[in-house]
């Protein structure tokens, strides 16, 4: 029988799953009992989670569709795969604004709908490109809101196609500000950025904090004839305002990943069917890591790239027992942990003990008889969220 279940939702590259050894796992859709899920997209908010989960791995980037709250509570650990699509979405923006910015779509249209022979077909293009004239990238303002893994790309990539661009995060990272070109000019507030630019993308999570952020005031307040994308959620902006906005002629174009009915009706929305991560090497990327990062957390207790849990990675001590404890950030859990050992007489090789605001997480390395009668102690310590045995 396999030592770990891992069910599976979404079309998970063929590379990522065939990181599981068959010989110790067992992969597949239809796992009652799993140990880990691996996702995309899918939305388990509406679905109970399997008293058996340890682990979720997104192979992707936005977490929105996973309950990450109800895990933290439950010690399920949530991984995503930081940068592994970024490229992709990056390139896919950089299409889009092209696609914009040249009327390229409405004049795609055009051409398929035009009938004729080729000379009456040439009269029609000629006569009818006037209505499609566009304008350049070149010398344009991008705003850039949110510098994260895509929107560093963006930014980088669009100053090397001659525009200027301004940025917003409030909580950059130290090393993507390192990675951020020093010709990007730095917005104090998403108002501020949204005054000056022609072009504006959005490349932050979907939060409660963020939910709806782009709405009728702030689209009133861009430049006549800007351009919005959106390739991070739907759900960031405020959909009837971008109608309106686009009926009003204050935008130019909205282009989105995420369609919906009135959207996709409209004539100024370009509407891609949730294509930014879609490319063979994206998909490849997320799945490799993400199997990889799930792999070492069920096989060793080690945690990288989680979105609820700390960092945790100790190098196992040979001929001992792993012991793999989320819990509470409060005090006297290790204490309390140490002791349930000490009364079984067992001895602690290595410790490891990290925490990330309420959550902390603890990886034992214990020599001695570490029974399944130790991990039960320890889970009826109050504040212990889960306790795992790794032999
Ligand atoms: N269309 C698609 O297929 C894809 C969409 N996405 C979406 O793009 C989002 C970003 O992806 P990554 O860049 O890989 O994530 P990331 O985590 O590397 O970057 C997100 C950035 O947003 C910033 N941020 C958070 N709140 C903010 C706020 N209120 N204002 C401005 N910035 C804020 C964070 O500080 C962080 O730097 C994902 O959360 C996901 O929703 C990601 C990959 C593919
Ligand atoms: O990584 C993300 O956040 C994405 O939106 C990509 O979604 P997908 O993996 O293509 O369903």
């Not at 759900?235 to 002629?249: K, S």
Request: glycine share 8%; aromatic share 4%.
């Amino acid at each position: 029988m396999a030592e770990f279940k891992i069910r599976t939702y979404n079309n998970i590259a063929i590379a990522g799953l065939e990181r599981f050894p068959r010989d110790r796992y067992e992969v597949a859709s239809e796992i009652q009992h799993p140990d880990a899920i691996i996702l995309r997209s899918h939305n388990l908010h509406d679905e109970p989670l399997p008293e058996t989960v340890k682990a979720i791995g997104r192979a992707g980037a936005g977490v929105n569709n996973i309950p990450v709250a109800e895990c933290s509570r439950r010690g399920i650990v949530v991984f995503n795969t930081p940068g592994a699509n970024a490229n992709a979405v990056k390139e896919l923006v950089i299409a889009a604004m092209l696609l914009a910015a040249r009327n390229i779509c409405q004049g795609w249209d055009y051409v398929r709908h035009l009938e004729g022979d080729d000379h009456q077909i040439h009269k029609q293009v000629e006569a009818g490109k006037k209505r499609f004239a566009g304008f350049e990238l070149a010398g344009k303002m991008l705003g850039v809101v949110g510098l994260g893994a895509i929107g560093v790309r963006v930014a980088n990539k669009a100053l090397a196609l001659g525009m200027n661009v301004s940025g917003y995060d409030p909580y950059v990272t130290v090393e993507r500000a390192w990675q951020l070109s020093s010709s990007v000019i730095q917005a104090s507030s998403l108002d501020e950025l949204l005054g000056i630019c022609d072009f504006v993308t959005l490349h932050m999570p979907l939060t409660d904090q963020t939910r709806g952020c782009i709405d009728q005031g702030r689209l009133a307040s861009m430049k006549d004839g800007a351009v919005l994308l959106n390739f991070s959620r739907g759900g960031l902006v405020d959909e009837a305002a971008v109608l309106a906005a686009l009926d009003a002629g204050k935008l130019h174009a909205y282009v989105t990943d995420f369609p919906t009915n009135a959207l996709k009706r409209h004539p100024k929305a370009i509407c891609l069917p949730h294509l930014g991560a879609s490319t063979r090497e994206a998909e490849e990327n997320c799945a490799v890591m993400v199997a990889d990062q799930l792999r070492d957390f069920l096989e060793n207790g080690n945690i990288r790239h989680s979105v609820n849990f700390p960092e945790a990675v100790m190098t196992r001590a040979p001929g001992t027992t792993r012991l793999s404890i989320p819990h509470a950030n409060v005090p006297a859990m290790v204490s309390q942990i140490s002791a349930c050992l000490g009364e079984k007489g067992i001895n602690i090789v290595e410790l490891l003990n990290k925490s990330r605001g309420e959550i902390a997480y603890t990886l034992i390395d214990a020599e001695g008889e570490v029974g399944e009668d130790v991990v039960d102690a320890i889970r009826t310590i109050d504040g212990v969220l889960a306790a795992r045995r790794i032999p």
